[in-house]
């Protein structure tokens, strides 16, 4: 996923709920699940979660992550606003496991 995509996320999930593109337990797309995952994810909240751009130059380029992980905290915020993220979410879709794994690079634990 690239960084840049991250803020239109927001209004796909609110017009994905205003069209009735998905049930009511798929909340606008966060949840619905994704066939043929990779990096282990089911669903679109995951993959949030865990990917931001995966090509190989930018794994290590420590500002690009330290963006990643402003983008993905504003992301997660502006949601629980709009009473998209819920708190059970955290548990329930093992956000915390995707965010902190120890092949993310994270600068707020550097």
């Known amino acids: 996923m690239r960084l ?3 803020s239109f996320l927001p209004t796909f999930v609110e017009l994905g709920i205003k069209y009735g593109q998905f049930t009511n337990d798929e909340r ?6 994704i066939k043929n995952a990779s990096f282990g994810v089911n669903n679109m909240l995951q993959l949030i ?3 931001f751009d995966n090509r190989d130059e930018m794994k290590q380029d420590k500002e690009f992550h330290k963006r990643a992980d402003e983008e993905l905290c504003n992301l997660l915020i502006e949601l629980h606003e709009k009473d998209l993220l819920k708190k059970e979410d955290v548990k329930a879709q093992y956000l915390f496991g995707f965010i902190c794994r120890p092949s993310r690079s994270i600068s707020i634990f550097s």
């Open 49 to 51: 979660a865990c990917c």
């Open 4 to 6: 840049e995509a991250i």
């Open 28 to 33: 606008g797309g966060l949840l619905a699940e």
